[in-house]
């Protein structure tokens, strides 16, 4: 049986269990399965390979993805640049097992987010900077959007502002508005960033990292506005089929 599996806290429903679990049986990949990995602590990470001796590669979602970093023996460039990974490689030789990690969230959002975007699209506001939002920060560099990030936290930095600060001077010069927060998500489906979404235009593109509920008040907002909004649904499945190469390669 090759295992591959899940790091996460915890993790309840998993998108990721869900999507190869039906791989594995559509491709009829019988000694295949994928696990839900609940740590309470990543102290307890190396204990994974000491009861599973066949797994195949590992993915990592909060809060993980930046403390996993100190037990892998080679990093992604583009991973190490972003300061987080979620995507694990077990590579095996004649002199042991190395890990290396990756990030698809880089090439889940590059690839989602990048369609919805034409010329007039130069400046995005990202609401939230948790850890999703080190590679949304990542790919706006690498696609030639600057970036402003709302906070709540204490201190304020260079890029940030507050979000009573967010009013219609700052939305009309940011026509790219992410949710990098999980407010919305099932079952708090009622709640959303507290932006004023009556200064949002047909001009704005809304992009919800949160896919459960599939339109979340954020895209409701927008929608309503005029707004072209997706939520992280593709973004996800581009994610699992990254995730799928790295390991297999």
Not at 44 to 71: A, M, R, V, W
Not at 75 to 104: C, Y
Not at 114 to 129: F, Q, R
Not at 200 to 228: I, R, W
């Amino acid at each position: 049986m090759k295992t591959y599996g899940l790091i996460g806290y915890r993790l309840g429903y998993s998108f990721s269990k869900g999507f190869f679990t039906e791989k594995f049986e559509k491709e009829n990949l019988k000694e295949h399965e994928y696990v839900n990995f609940e740590l309470d602590k990543i102290d307890e990470f190396p204990s994974i390979f000491e009861k599973n001796d066949h797994i195949g590669g590992l993915n990592c979602t909060i809060p993980y993805k930046q403390q996993l970093i100190p037990f892998m023996d080679e990093i992604d460039a583009e991973a190490a640049k972003v300061g987080a990974i979620n995507t694990v490689k077990i590579i095996h030789s004649e002199t042991g097992t190395k890990l290396k990690g990756f990030n698809t969230d880089i090439y889940g959002f590059e690839n989602s987010l990048k369609p919805m975007l034409g010329e007039k699209h130069k400046k995005a506001l990202i609401l939230g900077t948790g850890g999703a939002s080190k590679a949304i920060k990542y790919i706006l560099e690498k696609l030639g959007l600057s970036y402003v990030s709302a906070t709540i936290e204490d201190e304020v930095k260079a890029d940030e502002v507050r979000y009573e600060q967010i009013d219609e001077a700052l939305l009309q010069e940011c026509l790219v508005v992410i949710n990098a927060t999980p407010l919305g998500t099932s079952p708090n489906i009622d709640t959303c960033p507290n932006i004023p979404y009556e200064f949002l235009t047909p001009d704005h593109v809304l992009f919800d990292l949160v896919y459960n509920p599939e339109e979340t008040l954020f895209m409701k907002k927008g929608k309503a506005q005029g707004a072209t909004v997706k939520n992280g649904l593709e973004m996800l499945h581009l994610q699992a089929i990254k995730s799928w190469e790295i390991w297999n390669s």
